[in-house]
């Protein structure tokens, strides 16, 4: 496509319950980014896709987030036993190897 | 890991002056040091970027500065118009981790 979408676009979700978000990377891009932003913060790093692979996790909050990429483009971001603490709106972003990502529109999770 | 710091974290500028954003950062490793603007509800979107084998570059009225050896960067905007008014966002990429990190966002308000 002609740039990364997400979806779902809103998400509204009771706690504890899980949740799934996908990103959808533009074509050819092996670099694939997960971030979290809350309202009027900056951008929390959650997770890093080199083609398939993870090389850095570090910023997953907890055991409770994980996430994974298949051939090399979609990915899915995966909230289990979801926390009030989880609202905010998470981008995904993609580039070639060494260039600045392009951001797709985000998903805003409220978690009740 | 990398630590990037961005300052100020607000700015208010009037129309017609120029606007001036700064980025420490801690990794001499870093080479690639990409600028986003986000403007309200939306998706941060690049605006400009310089790599570390260039001390400038320009486009219209943004322009970018790198000093390796003090490790900061800067983002200059003249002739500022009320459409400026966003959050900018600075971030380093250092190619050996693969991973993408960001200050914590200026936001910059153009008064008439």
């Known amino acids: 496509g002609a740039g990364v979408s997400q979806s779902p676009s809103n998400k509204v979700t009771e706690k504890g319950k899980d949740v799934e978000l996908r990103c959808d990377p533009i074509s050819g891009h092996t670099a694939l980014y997960w971030y979290r932003q809350s309202l009027g913060q900056g951008l929390e790093f959650l997770i890093y896709f080199q083609g398939n692979s993870a090389p850095d996790k570090s910023g997953l909050p907890s055991d409770r987030f994980s996430a994974e990429r298949t051939g090399g483009s979609v990915s899915t971001l995966t909230i289990q036993r979801t926390q009030q603490e989880d609202s905010a709106v998470y981008l995904c972003a993609s580039s070639l190897r060494a260039g600045g990502p392009t951001f797709g529109p985000g998903t805003r999770l409220t978690v009740l | 890991g990398e630590n990037v710091e961005q300052h100020p974290s607000t700015l208010s500028v009037q129309e017609g002056d120029s606007a001036v954003i700064k980025c420490t950062y801690s990794?001499?490793?870093?080479?690639?040091f990409p600028w986003y603007k986000q403007e309200l509800g939306k998706r941060p979107q690049l605006i400009i970027d310089?790599?570390?084998?260039?001390g400038e570059k320009k486009d219209q009225r943004i322009a970018v500065t790198l000093n390796k050896t003090a490790k900061h960067f800067s983002l200059h905007i003249t002739e500022t118009q009320p459409e400026d008014s966003a959050v900018y966002f600075c971030?380093?990429?250092?190619?050996?981790?693969?991973?993408?990190?960001f200050g914590t966002g200026t936001r910059l308000q153009v008064t008439l």
């Open positions: 971030a380093t990429y250092t190619g050996t981790a693969s991973k993408l990190t």
């Open positions: 990794d001499s490793a870093s080479n690639y």
């Open positions: 310089i790599r570390s084998n260039v």
